[in-house]
């Protein structure tokens, strides 16, 4: 994790003392002899559990202690370091793990092949107090930290939202109500409510799309008075994920678009169901989340053992700066392509759906399915960064405004080997645009048009979602 240096870094020397050192000298020289490792023979005359070995080191060059941490091996118990006047400086006490996962990351099993795993993991480890996020980026990952790739535990997505709770009220939730006590504070916009209000997400993109934002401009978290809901005190995080366990399964694509006929989910399940829009479904939905839920599973083939577990870990890695007056806070807005816009008066009324579908038609020309939207934005500003989430099959996409001139171009980058992040088949990633701050603005009111160019291929539950980073202000 790094930031571009300017002024207000501070620099700091790193020094390594060695137990094994054993310091000799020459005049007022001293003469370091490091053996970097030691044994230990316990003897009889042993007194008590511990062995306690140290040296004195002298520091040519002092200054002021800002960190200090130890390396050591197994069966350590502490490690101090002492000043000259025998004042103790740094006490440094081990933590000694208790059960099978790497790191202490919150591990889930990815159910057996062809099942569906979404997990809610609530106050995730993330960094706290005011500060600025500059980039979020999460892989798939078996125990041993490896990359698992797409075509044996797909990603379909994650989401990362934003929540304050008020702990005296979320302990007394019930198990049915796990967001009780919770208040979500969704991302700048567009959407209807609660739908896309996510703060960072990707999915089978995830590896190769860059969620990072130039300096100084960041996304603006952590304590800040105004910002906190009464009541409600404490900002914490919450990943959504959703993987499937392609293993063994008939039509791995199948599985990955959801498509309800390769599930064990009904058509008439649907009917007493409520879509995104809030209204009934209909018994013609052909496939996309609702048939990939907790308990779905995807078809496999015949003979295929299917009681192989496999644990899959969510590695995500944030970079981020203590906020201060330098940073330039960033608006963050996803346009989905399938919010079909309606007005009431002058104010807009958003509908998105999250995702949609293909079905070509005899009709169709050409081999490119195009789907566009017209989102008009309230609040303006200066476009920084723009990139796309979307799913296989993804031509490219583009954000035009209001005159018709292109903002962003974003184009696909496909794998085309067996390695994790270039599988073959799969948008492994898309392309972003980082105009120069202040060349591209965006007018309060205006109104963009995102459009999504697809192979013109049966295929459900497409996500066509533009991220929009903007600066209302410029440093
Ligand atoms: C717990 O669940 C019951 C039954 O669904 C409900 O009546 C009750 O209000 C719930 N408790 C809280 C704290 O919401
Ligand atoms: C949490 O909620 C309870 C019940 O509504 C309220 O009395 C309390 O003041 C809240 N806590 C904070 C820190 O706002
Ligand atoms: C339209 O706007 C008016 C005035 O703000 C409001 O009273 C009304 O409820 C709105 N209608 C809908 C359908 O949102
Ligand atoms: C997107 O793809 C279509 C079909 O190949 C092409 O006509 C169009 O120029 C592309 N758009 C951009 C911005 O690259």
Redesign the pocket.
Known sequence: TWVDWDQYQVPIKFYILDVTDQVTYNGSEPIHNCMVEYSITPQNTDIGHYHIKKTKIPMKKGGNLIYSTVHVHPGIVNATLYGENGKVLCAVQPTYGTGEEPGNEKGYVVGMSGKVTITDLFDIEFPRGHIGIKNFQAELVDEHQNSLPLYEAYLHHYFVLRYFENVTMSRQANQSQPIYGKYFRRNDGVCQGSVNSYSWGLGVDARKTSLELPDPFRIEVGTHPENVPKEYNEEKWLFDIMVIDTRGTEDKKGCTECRCDHYNVKSEDFVSKTGIDGKPMSGDYKGGIFCCEKTSQCKLQKGYNNKQQRKAFLKYTITWVDWDQYQVPIKFYILDVTDQVTY??S?P?HNCMVEYSITPQNTDIGHYHIKKTKIPMKKGGNLIYSTVHVHPGIVNATLYGENGKVLCAVQPTYGTGEEPGNEKGYVVGMSGCYPKPGSIKIQDGEILTVEFIHENKYNTGLMGHFYVYLAEELP
């Open positions: 009431n008066g104010e009324i």
